[in-house]
């Protein structure tokens, strides 16, 4: 299991290349790629940008761990939808350059009012439409449970998720990325929504809330209230086989630029216990 976070508030500030270096050396293995941020949701660089910045990681022995597309995945607006779907494909196809094995790609919930069934529909056959693309780049499709307690959402729970996946019944291109802190906004423990995906799980979204904000804070920080023994423990029931990546960007967002590097070093140091935690629970069934 590798340690691995996203870039939000670290890539702006040091710039690309020198995140690698600050990641490697504070204890990172892999990065998340954020195709949502502003300038990498579209075609603002070429294929050479991103053979380049895969080849500098690879020296470092660094990974691109996944990805994640553009958020949003759908608006109520049919021309809106078609131009994020667009910059979903050429996420995708970024995302491959790197090398990133899968890219998080939101399931459509803007359909919220109308019924669970035609959401259900719906974002069927807004996968089933991606998964040509999938094939194409060698990348895997990762579906994310999320945080939102809107009318007939199809993916705010293990068991909806779950069906979705299974509906979609394509598991060379499809899988699930497990959203720690979103099960917490719709008042679901964490450990046993692993448990109801099981083997579906292939990527990770790490970080601890208050069980109201979605604040993408550390795990241990003073207002979480994940139990993480329970999760560590739940991952490692399941066998799950993927990395440990954070999105809790929002924990040193506001230190400075001065101190960044040693609370990105403290960060990696949580990491690392926790993976020994999953590691101490394989071994300890």
């Known amino acids: ?67 994640h597309a553009p958020f949003p995945s759908s608006f109520a607006d049919a021309e809106q939808t078609e131009k994020r779907f667009n910059e979903i494909v050429t996420s995708m196809r970024n995302a491959s350059y790197l090398g990133a094995p899968i890219i998080v790609v939101h399931p459509c919930y803007h359909l919220d009012t109308i019924s669970f069934e035609a959401n259900f529909e719906y974002n069927i056959n807004f996968y089933k439409r991606l998964a040509p693309y999938a094939k194409q780049f060698g990348i895997k499709i990762a579906l994310e449970n999320l945080g939102s307690k809107a009318p007939y959402n199809v993916c705010d729970g293990g068991d909806k998720i779950a069906e979705l996946f299974d509906a979609l019944n394509d598991p060379n291109t499809f899988t699930v990325c497990f959203d720690v802190g979103h099960c917490l906004l719709v008042n679901k423990d964490p450990a046993e929504e692993i448990k109801k995906l099981g083997h579906r799980i292939g990527c990770t979204h790490v970080h601890d809330n208050d069980g109201i904000h979605d604040s993408h804070t550390l795990p241990y920080s003073d207002y979480g209230t994940v139990d993480w023994e329970s999760v560590m423990k739940a991952l490692a029931d399941v066998d799950y086989k993927g990395d440990l990546n954070y999105e809790a960007s929002a924990f040193f967002k506001k230190a400075p630029l001065e101190i960044r590097t040693e609370s990105l070093r403290y960060m990696a140091s949580v990491g690392h216990y926790l993976i020994d935690r999953f590691y101490y629970y394989k071994e300890n069934k």
């Not at 690309?16 to 075609?43: H, Q």
């Not at 050479?48 to 660094?62: I, R």
């Open 1 to 67: 299991m590798k340690l691995s976070c996203n870039m939000i508030k670290i890539h702006s500030d040091f710039g690309l290349k020198k995140m690698i270096d600050v990641l490697v050396n504070v204890g990172f293995e892999g990065l998340d790629f954020n195709n949502d941020l502003e300038g990498y949701r579209a075609d603002e660089h070429d294929k050479d940008f991103y053979l380049d910045l895969k080849k500098f990681a690879d020296s470092k022995g660094f990974k691109f761990c996944q990805a």
